[in-house]
T-cell receptor, first 115, second 111 residues
Framework: GAVVSQHPSRVICKSGTSVKIECRSL??????MFWYRQFPKQSLMLMAT?????????EQGVEKDKFLINHASLTLSTLTVTSAHPEDSSFYIC???????????FGPGTRLTVL | QKEVEQNSGPLSVPEGAIASLNCTYS??????FFWYRQYSGKSPELIMF????GDKEDGRFTAQLNKASQYVSLLIRDSQPSDSATYLC???????????FGTGTSLTVIP
């Protein structure tokens, strides 16, 4: 299957700082990528849809000014958690549909801990 | 009503048995159906996808789709302890690339 990478895999930061997470499609181009958040023992929650060349689409209840998304190229989307707080600690996962299909492949995830 | 529903489990089966995981969806126009496996602390990985009514087999896994009943299932034959994970059902309602995910069924295979 297609390969999606994320960086970093784990990050610990102080409250009030910003954290950038990168999502890359390594062997295909993705005009759309998805960002999810998952709290322990809970299901995936879609946060936003990242669109190459245009603004991201955010799900209801997700603050677009806090979770900044930039889809800079056909292989890279970034999620920046601004002014992070302990309640933002979670597992952030991106996914991308492989070109020509609707099959989504997930990145390995980024575990964010805000102290 | 949730778009995709799964029995959260936990489902326990003995090693070597068949595990049956079920999923129903609400959007009758949905065209694509996916099963993902998620180990604790890891991201989901694709197991299978199915588009047409009937069965689709891949090794020990069989996906079954019944669009009339809006039902999709995953059978795991000869279950192994390494199959212990949460299984996510995902549906593409054909309104774009966005998926709707079920909450997942936790499976434990007992040695």
């Amino acid at each position: 299957g297609a390969v999606v990478s994320q960086h970093p895999s784990r990050v610990i930061c102080k409250s009030g700082t910003s954290v950038k997470i990168e999502c890359r499609s390594l062997d295909f181009q993705a005009t759309t990528m998805f960002w999810y958040r998952q709290f322990p023992k809970q299901s995936l929650m879609l946060m936003a849809t990242s669109n190459e060349g245009s603004k991201a689409t955010y799900e209801q209840g997700v603050e677009k000014d806090k979770f900044l998304i930039n889809h800079a190229s056909l292989t890279l989307s970034t999620l920046t958690v601004t002014s992070a707080h302990p309640e933002d600690s979670s597992f952030y996962i991106c996914s991308a549909p492989q070109g020509g299909t609707d099959t989504q492949y997930f990145g390995p995830g980024t575990r964010l801990t805000v102290l | 009503q949730k778009e995709v529903e799964q029995n959260s489990g936990p489902l326990s089966v003995p090693e070597g048995a068949i595990a049956s995981l079920n999923c129903t969806y609400s959007d009758r126009g949905s065209q694509s159906f996916f099963w993902y496996r998620q180990y604790s602390g890891k991201s989901p990985e694709l197991i299978m996808f199915i588009y047409s009514n009937g069965d689709k087999e891949d090794g020990r896994f069989t996906a079954q789709l019944n669009k009339a009943s809006q039902y999709v299932s995953l059978l795991i034959r000869d279950s192994q302890p390494s199959d212990s994970a949460t299984y996510l059902c995902a549906v593409n309602p054909n309104t774009g690339n966005q998926f709707y995910f079920g909450t997942g069924t936790s499976l434990t295979v007992i040695p």
